[in-house]
């Protein structure tokens, strides 16, 4: 460096601890700041979140008017939702008088635009879906949002056949959505004419979900429906 | 009048031709596939038509006044436009939607990029674009070809009041008794379904479709016709229809029963009137004769890619639009060696 | 800096409507316009994201203003940004806690609001060197300017769109919505619409203004 850039540079030179301590000084603030914001919202965005899953169980299950959440464990079983439990949720629905009216498992599969998340009905009793609600999903607004909408849609949900196999570990048959005006079984979708992407990833979230979920209900049916 | 000696600048063109006498040859090229459109779909295709080239007119005058350009009109390349749109449309789309493609069509894709000549994209494309984004449903509901009463009454579809979603056509369909009607053009049949319609029928037009768009071989005709007074580049077209034969071909060989025939990749849609008019526009068409083919044969393939593999049924539209935007690049790609400079700089 | 020229500006009206009309951050800076095109689609979507931005922009800037003698130029930018994005993280809980819907719909945009480059621009531009009041003064016309934006694009998107502005239908019921209008295009559309009508607006008032100098130079 030439002595005339550094005559240049040094007048302006702040003093390093200036720096640290202006840092510092912001860094304490905003971690305070942050910290406290985050102790009051957390627990009303926890009940938030409670209220709106809860939500969707009633909406998919009539007549539920109390919630269990349950985790399929290692073990291909359910146990109680809790700090410890790891797992995938699923949502026990009971009426008044604390009987199972049914479970509610979510899926998941890619659509037209991003991935479909819904919510299923199961109905242990009957093994078969008995309802769906879309939770989120970014279809084209018009040909995807007919997946929540149309009643003749929604009528393939109201007893889609879940049933197990001999060995109780996977669904007898897979659901899977097939092409409008040509459903012919009980674990067929009928499609929607104009939204045949959307409605095949609806098929195979309702296939994910149940594939994953089913077994595990059915195995611990009897102690799932003692639970109120 | 004596004219005494003329003098002008390069180039020294020996046949003298102006816009409005090419734009008025492709008028007359464009009115018996007009007609036929008529005869086919009668009253609703007819006032179709009307609404499309009177709201184009009107946008084109609007905005010359606005920017005080004078009157416009007088070229006829907006009259092209209108009926370009309107004959790409459903017989029975809703006449308040039509007016809005060819609102949109002409406002933004010709007159706020400066009127004639400066256009990027085929406006009437850039209509149609708009309104299949805009109204999914009502540009894919066909109504049957050669309806008993078509001279007598509406589709009821298309007084559709202004805003409101289209009148319902399923029941004045079923009035018609016709056997097996699906609603679906040859070309959704073909790809849901995998059946081919009859080749000859889907090429002289005796199907459902968009009005104008439905007789492969009178557009043919018509473009030939104009190819032959020389007012159209024959390489546009002739390439388009060679790019989606060809792409189309190898599909058709490894499995014929899943994929479309070349005869009828070129015979059904909207690719041969897109072919012969849309993809000619002369504005927004490159301009050497090696950048033609190349933008010919891009528009004629993604076509096919995207009838086949896409989500929507016809591409044409779609690939028209995307050769329009890379015809500056092309052109410029194709630029022909300066005479006398190397290869290479 | 003592040699400097004084540049505190006098607290006036105009520090306030500059960020409405003037200088207004959308439609005439043309900063910030991933939310704008973005979580427009809706009207309630828009004015959230206006009002969330509208907080952090005041608050930052106010911050920034205050401590505007204590940050060396060398670590400016970066204190900026962690002021910024202390708020931003403040916003992103409390949505949370207004309503887990909206926070599902505007989705990473409101992180997003860190990289905003209008409150960026006005913490570097004009809270760090005027006094607290004027910042706060003009901030908030900023944030007006930018949440009036989002509203003209969202309410437009949203009456064509889906036929109801705020949720609320206002037109009878087989009105057919432009579903372009909700899709990313119809943010483009409807932002060039109005980006026609302010330059027009605009371009308008100077000529009217240039005619009138010619005029009074011509009585002269």
Not at chain 2, 116 to 144: E, H, K, S
Not at chain 3, 29 to 35: I, Q, R
Not at chain 3, 112 to 128: D, F, K
Not at chain 3, 191 to 199: A, K, Q, R, S
Request: proline fraction near 5%; hydrophobic fraction near 50%.
């Amino acid at each position: 460096m030439t002595l005339e850039a550094q005559i240049q540079t040094q007048p302006p030179s702040t003093p390093a601890w200036a720096m640290l301590r202006t840092l510092g000084g912001i860094a304490m603030i905003s971690g305070l700041l942050v910290a406290l914001v985050y102790q009051v919202t957390l627990p009303i965005i926890a009940e938030n979140q409670r209220v709106l899953t809860e939500q969707a169980v009633f909406r998919v299950l009539p007549g539920a008017v109390s919630k269990r959440d349950f985790v399929i464990n290692g073990a291909g079983g359910l146990e109680p939702a809790s700090e410890g439990a790891s797992g995938e949720l699923v949502y026990g629905g009971y009426d008044a008088s604390g009987v199972l009216l049914g479970v509610a498992l979510t899926g998941s599969a890619q659509g037209y635009a991003g991935p479909v998340n819904v919510m299923f009905a199961y109905d242990p009793a009957c093994a078969c879906i008995i309802g769906s609600k879309v939770l989120n999903s970014n279809e084209t607004p018009g040909f995807g949002d007919k997946l929540d909408l149309d009643p003749a849609f929604l009528a393939n949900f109201a007893a889609l056949d879940a049933r197990l196999n001999a060995e109780g570990t996977a669904l007898a048959n897979e659901i899977v959505t097939v092409k409008h005006g040509t459903k012919a079984q009980p674990w067929e979708i009928d499609g929607i004419s104009g939204a045949t992407i959307s409605s095949n990833a609806m098929g195979r979230a309702a296939n994910n979900a149940a594939q994953r979920a089913v077994p595990a209900i059915q195995r611990d049916l009897a102690w799932l429906m003692q639970q109120k | 009048m004596d004219k005494g000696i003329e003098i002008r600048t390069s180039p020294h063109l020996k046949r003298v031709i102006s816009v409005d006498k090419i734009m008025r040859t492709v008028v007359l090229a464009l009115l018996p596939i007009c007609a036929f459109a008529v005869y086919q779909f009668g009253l609703s295709a007819l006032l179709l038509l009307l609404t499309t080239t009177g709201v184009a007119m009107w946008t084109e005058w609007f905005f010359a006044r606005l920017s005080g350009k004078g009157n416009t009109l007088a070229d006829w390349s907006v009259v092209i436009t209108g009926l370009l749109l309107g004959l790409t449309l459903p017989p029975g789309f809703p006449l308040w939607m039509a007016a809005v493609a060819a609102f949109v069509g002409v406002a933004l894709g010709k007159a706020l990029f400066g009127g004639l000549g400066y256009n990027v994209m085929n406006p009437a494309l850039v209509g149609r674009a708009f309104v299949q984004a805009a109204f999914p449903v009502a540009i894919t509901t066909w109504t049957p070809a050669f309806a008993p009463g078509r001279f007598m009454e509406l589709i009821p579809s298309t007084l559709t009041l202004p805003f409101m979603q289209p009148n319902p056509v399923k029941d004045w369909v079923a009035g018609l008794h016709l056997d097996g009607w699906s609603g679906a053009t040859p070309l959704a049949i073909q790809k849901f379904q995998h059946i081919e319609a009859p080749i000859a029928d889907a090429f002289s037009g005796m199907i459902a479709g968009s009005a104008g768009e439905t007789s492969a071989l009178l557009i043919l005709i018509c473009g030939l016709w104009l190819a032959w007074q020389r007012m159209l580049d024959w390489r546009i077209p002739v390439s388009v229809l060679a790019g989606a034969a060809l792409m189309a071909l190898p599909f058709w060989l490894m499995d014929s029963g899943h994929y479309p025939s070349p005869w009828f990749v070129l015979s059904s849609g909207g690719l041969m009137l897109a072919a012969w008019f849309m993809a000619s526009d002369m504005v927004a068409s490159p301009v050497t004769a090696r950048g033609v083919v190349i933008y010919g044969l891009f528009i004629g393939s993604l076509t096919v890619i995207i009838r086949l593999f896409g989500g929507l049924v016809e591409g044409v539209m779609y690939a028209i639009l995307l050769g329009n935007a890379l015809g500056p690049l092309i052109s410029s790609w194709t630029q022909p060696r300066v005479y006398g400079t190397s290869k290479k700089s | 800096m003592a040699e400097l020229p004084n540049t505190e500006e006098r607290l006036t009206p105009d520090t306030f409507l500059r960020g409405l009309w003037e200088e207004n951050p959308v439609f005439v800076m043309l900063l910030g316009m991933c939310p704008v095109l973005a979580v427009t689609s809706t009207t309630i979507n828009a004015l959230a994201m206006g009002l969330a931005t509208t907080f952090v922009l005041v608050s930052s800037s106010l911050l920034v203003s205050l401590l505007r003698s204590w940050i060396p130029k060398q670590v400016r930018i970066a204190s900026y940004i962690v002021i910024i994005a202390t708020f931003v993280t403040i916003v992103d809980y409390a949505i949370q806690a207004i309503s887990l819907e909206l926070y599902a719909a505007l989705g990473a945009f409101i992180q997003l609001i860190v990289a905003n480059c209008v409150i960026l621009g006005r913490a570097e531009a004009y809270a760090s060197k005027q006094r607290i009041m004027t910042t706060l003064v003009n901030s908030l016309g900023m944030g007006a300017g930018f949440t009036l934006a989002l509203l003209s694009l969202g309410g437009v998107r949203e009456i064509l769109g889906n036929g109801t502005i705020l949720g609320i239908s206002i037109f009878p019921a087989d009105f057919q919505p432009w579903i372009v209008m909700i899709l990313p295009p119809g943010g483009f559309f409807v932002l060039g619409g109005w980006l026609l009508l302010f330059n027009w607006l605009r371009l308008r008032k100077e000529r009217k203004e240039a005619e009138q100098i010619g005029v009074t130079a011509h009585a002269r």
